[in-house]
C-alpha cells in the first residue's frame, strides 16, 4: 500500500512538471508573437523589400519624367515607406478612376495621388492621414470670352459646358454650385480636358489649382487663358460628398489596417522635419500654404468633422 501511495505521488508530481512546462512554453510563444510588432502584410512587404503603388497620372502630384516618375505623392510615399524598411517603389501609373478599384483588386498594396479624401471613397478605401491640401482653378478660351470667373458663373450661364476629368471631385464641386450635369463633359486625364477648351468643345476645365496651371504651361497653347482672380468655392461636404479644399492622402484596402497605420506613424515623423516642407517645396507646393499638421486625420476629413469646425 506505501508503495503504492508512492508511486501514485511520483506519477501526479511528473504530470503537474509536464503541464507547468506545457504552461511556461504556450505564455512565451505568446509573449514572442505580441512582441513581433511586423506580422502579415506589412511583413511580407518589408521582406520582400518591395512595394507595388499605384499613382494617378496628374502633375504635380504623381508623372513620368524621363523614364523615371516623380510629383509630391511619389516623394512623400517613398520616403515614408523608406523608413518602414521598404526601398524598392514599384510605380504604375493609372488613370485616376482606375485606382480604388485596381486596389481593390490587389493590383497594388497603396494608391496614392494626394487623391482627395472624400465620403464617398472611405467606404470603398482606407485613407492614411492627409499629406497635403489644395484649392481649385479655372482655365477657360483665351480672352475668357464667357466672363468665367466660378463654378457660380459657369452654372448661370446654361450654354456653358464644362470638361472635367472622369472621377475627380470637381464634377461634384460644381454641381454644388449649380451647374447642370448636362453642363459637364467627361475626360478621360487633364490633357483631354484641356484640349477639349482648346478646340471649342466646351468653354472651361477646372481642377486642382496647380495641376491645371503646370498642365497649361506644358501645353502652351496662345488659346487657353488660366483664371487668375477665380473664387475658390468653399463646400461643407454633406453625407458622403467631397469638401473643398481638399484633403489629399494615400489609401490602402479596408482590411489593411496594419499597412496603414504604420504609415500613418512614418507619415507623423516625417511630418516633424524639415524634410516634409523640402518635398512640397520641389513639387512646387508650399509648407504654409498646402502643408497639413498631425492634428488633421483621415477619420476627421472622412466624416466631414474638418469642415465644421
Known amino acids: 500500500m506505501r508503495k503504492w501511495l508512492v508511486s501514485l505521488a511520483l506519477a501526479l508530481a511528473l504530470v503537474l512538471a509536464m503541464a507547468a512546462c506545457s504552461s ?32 494617378a497620372d496628374e502633375k504635380p502630384y504623381a508623372y ?19 523608413s518602414l524598411g521598404i526601398d524598392n517603389v514599384e510605380g504604375h501609373l493609372s488613370d485616376f478612376g482606375e485606382l480604388i478599384p485596381g486596389l481593390q483588386a490587389k493590383k497594388y498594396d497603396i494608391i ?29 478660351q483665351a480672352g475668357n470670352p464667357l466672363g468665367l470667373k466660378s463654378y457660380e458663373d459657369i452654372g448661370n450661364n446654361p450654354d456653358a459646358i464644362v470638361s ?16 447642370d450635369e448636362s453642363q459637364i463633359q467627361s475626360a478621360p486625364d487633364i490633357p483631354a480636358t484641356l484640349s ?37 468655392p468653399i463646400i461643407v461636404p454633406d453625407g458622403g460628398e467631397a469638401g473643398s479644399p481638399s484633403y489629399g492622402a494615400a489609401a490602402f484596402r479596408l482590411d489593411d489596417d496594419e499597412l496603414r497605420e504604420a504609415y500613418n506613424e512614418a507619415l507623423a515623423e516625417l511630418k516633424e522635419t524639415d524634410k516634409y516642407g523640402e518635398l512640397l517645396e520641389a513639387n512646387y507646393f508650399s509648407l504654409e500654404a498646402n502643408g497639413v499638421g498631425n492634428d488633421v486625420t483621415a477619420e476627421m476629413v472622412c466624416s466631414g468633422d474638418i469642415y465644421k469646425e
Open 64 to 82: 513620368e519624367e524621363d523614364g523615371e516618375l516623380k510629383g509630391v505623392a511619389v516623394d512623400v510615399a517613398t520616403e515614408v515607406l523608406k
Open 196 to 232: 477639349a477648351v482648346e478646340s471649342g468643345r466646351a468653354d472651361a476645365t477646372t481642377g486642382t489649382e496647380m495641376t491645371i496651371k503646370m498642365a497649361l504651361e506644358s501645353a502652351d497653347s496662345d488659346n487657353l487663358e488660366f483664371v487668375e482672380d477665380f473664387e475658390q
Open 112 to 140: 496614392t495621388a494626394s487623391m482627395a479624401i472624400t465620403g464617398d471613397r472611405c467606404e470603398n478605401a482606407a485613407f492614411g492621414n492627409p499629406e497635403v491640401l489644395y484649392g481649385e482653378g479655372l482655365i477657360v
Open 24 to 55: 511556461d512554453s504556450g505564455g512565451e510563444a505568446d509573449s514572442d508573437s505580441n512582441s513581433d510588432e511586423d506580422t502579415g502584410r506589412l511583413a511580407e512587404l518589408k521582406e520582400a523589400g518591395t512595394i507595388q503603388v499605384g499613382f
Open 164 to 179: 472635367i476629368m472622369a472621377g475627380a471631385t470637381e464634377n461634384d464641386f460644381v454641381q454644388e454650385y449649380g451647374v
